[in-house]
């Protein structure tokens, strides 16, 4: 049985995110780009949706995009929303957090 998403909560500054992509992308010119993950050129940073801030969190709010330096997340590990659906949550840490938005954004 999977853990609830609901009762796993950040505490401090720290910062829960979701939807990381580490899958196979696309690029502007239609170039499919196999998935990089663990290789050389996969060192770059990634956007993560937020899931989850701990109670002195003030940069970010829970819905927001960030792009997080790369590497400066922790390995995923599975929760289950109330759905059923399995999803992906990892910790960032704070100082890698580069920029904010409210909507994804191509990766680089």
């Known amino acids: 049985m999977k853990t609830k ?6 505490i401090r500054d ?9 899958e196979t992308r696309t690029s502007a010119g239609g170039i499919i780009l196999n998935s990089d993950n663990g290789k050389s050129d996969g060192i770059r ?7 989850a801030v701990g109670d002195e969190q ?3 709010i ?3 995009w960030i792009l997080v330096e790369h590497g400066r997340w922790t ?3 599975e929760l289950e929303d109330d759905q059923g659906h399995v999803v992906v949550a990892r910790f960032v840490e ?5 920029m904010v ?5 191509e990766e680089f």
């Open 5 to 10: 998403i609901d009762s796993v909560k950040p």
């Open 14 to 22: 720290h910062v829960m995110i979701v939807d990381m992509n580490f």
């Open 45 to 51: 940073p990634r956007w993560g949706k937020v899931y």
């Open 58 to 60: 003030y940069d970010v």
């Open 62 to 64: 829970p819905g927001e």
């Open 75 to 77: 390995r995923g590990f």
């Open 94 to 98: 704070t100082k890698a957090i580069m």
């Open 101 to 105: 938005s409210d909507e994804p954004h």
